[in-house]
Every structure is written in C-alpha cells, then in structure tokens.
C-alpha cells in the first residue's frame, strides 16, 4: 500500500515533509517566487531546482569547514533531507555592501562598501513584515538566548567570511544575506545550527566587473533574466554539469 507522505510546513518558496526517519526532514525546493512579504508572486519555472543545488553546494562546502549544518544529502532535483531543527523565529542578516532596506531606510547609496560587516536580526513574523530587533529584545522575548545569540553572531561572520571567498573566487561580489538557525537538541542539551538555504533567493550577488545583479533583485525589481541568472550563478560555482538541460539552455 502505498502511504502519502507528510506534509509538515509549506512557505512561500519551500515545503517540508517528514522524513524517513525521526529527526529527519525532506525540504522541497518550489518555482514559486514572492517578494515584499508576498505581495508579489510569480512562478519561475526551474527556480526549485537551481536552488536545491546552489543550497546543497554551499551547505555542504560549510559543513566541511566545521560550520554545521542542517544539511545531510540531495535526494533529487527538487528534495533535501535535512535535520529536524527548532527554528529560532529570528533572519539574521549579514551586509557587506549597502543595498536593499539598509539604503532605504537610511538614505545611503547603494553599492557603498561597508568599513565591517554588519549583522542584523528581524524577527520571522509576516503579520508585522519582520521588524528589525535588538538582541535585547531576543532575549525579552525569550527568541534565544545570549549565549545562543553569540554563537549565532560568531557563526553568521564565520559564514560570510567563506562565503565572501568563495564567490569572489568566482567573479562574485556577495552583497548581502539572510540565514536562520535552529536548535537540536542531544540529551537536555540544545545547540544552535545553521538551517534553512543559501540561495541567490536569500543572498544579493553581484557581478564583481560589470555590478550585473545575478539574484532575486531581478524578480523584485522586475529586471528580467531572473532565471538565467541563477543558473549563472551555478555555473560559475562549477555545479550546472548534471543540471537539467531545459535549465542550462536558458544560459546565454
Ligand atoms: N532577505 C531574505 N528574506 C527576507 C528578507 C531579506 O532572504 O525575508 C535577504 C535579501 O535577499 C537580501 C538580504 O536578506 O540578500 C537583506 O535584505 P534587505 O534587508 O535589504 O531587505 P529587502 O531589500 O529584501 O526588503
């Protein structure tokens, strides 16, 4: 007999099941794309499966540098398992250069590059449209802990670091981006873990030489090319050989 599976969450550009075994998950990568808190929508035909691996590279590459990860295998073009995690209600974002909200919200010119790196904390509540907070209010709030915050803080700079490397290596300038964490808990223990996706959803990358934005910029601010622009990206990363090739034909 055959049994459906679980559908455990489904959000805007992802779905998770449950997985084969107890503290495991699937996550699906959808086409869908949305943006200003789901006021815009679209499907992007081949954006789940470009995701799926750019996310799976990067995870993968972080694990490998000790950086953990929820992340354990590809299981096909669309599905990830991953570990169970408690998301932690917070996006943490990390800029390198002004762009997006920071510009707006404090008049700066976008593409000025910042002396350090900045992080920030939103808390994840579409109701409110993610306002910014504080660490003092993490901790209010009980979202997470200090402790927890600065291992967030030490991992966050951990992760922009390579991942500033690894696209630079590749004629990529990284912008800015949003992670989130989660905990897993061994005994009575918890311990904070990096989750959700790296993906040019989640993370501006611009041309290095020409400034040509190569993420979800295109969608928001209707530029076109969102799509071959992702799978741009991958082929720089070195990853659209065994990509499908109705994908790799969108390539110019
Ligand atoms: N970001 C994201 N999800 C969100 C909000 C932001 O992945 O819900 C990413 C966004 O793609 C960018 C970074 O976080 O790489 C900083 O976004 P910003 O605060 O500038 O907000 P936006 O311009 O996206 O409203």
Redesign the pocket.
Known sequence: MNTKRKKLYEGKAKILYEGPEPGTLIQYFKDDATAFNAQKKATLEGKGVINNRISEFVMSRLNGIGVTNHFIKRLNLREQLIREVEIIPL?V?CRNVV????ATRLGQAEGTPLPRSIIEFYYKKDELN?PMVTEEHITAFNWATTPEIDDILATTQRVNDYLCGLFNGVGITLV???IEFGRVWEGDFSRVILADEISP????LWDSTTGEKL??DRFRRDMGNVIESYAEVARRLGIMKDMPTVIQGGLH
């Open positions: 996006e974002v762009a997006g909200s920071l993610d800015d981006f949003k959803d989640s993370c501006r993420d979800k």
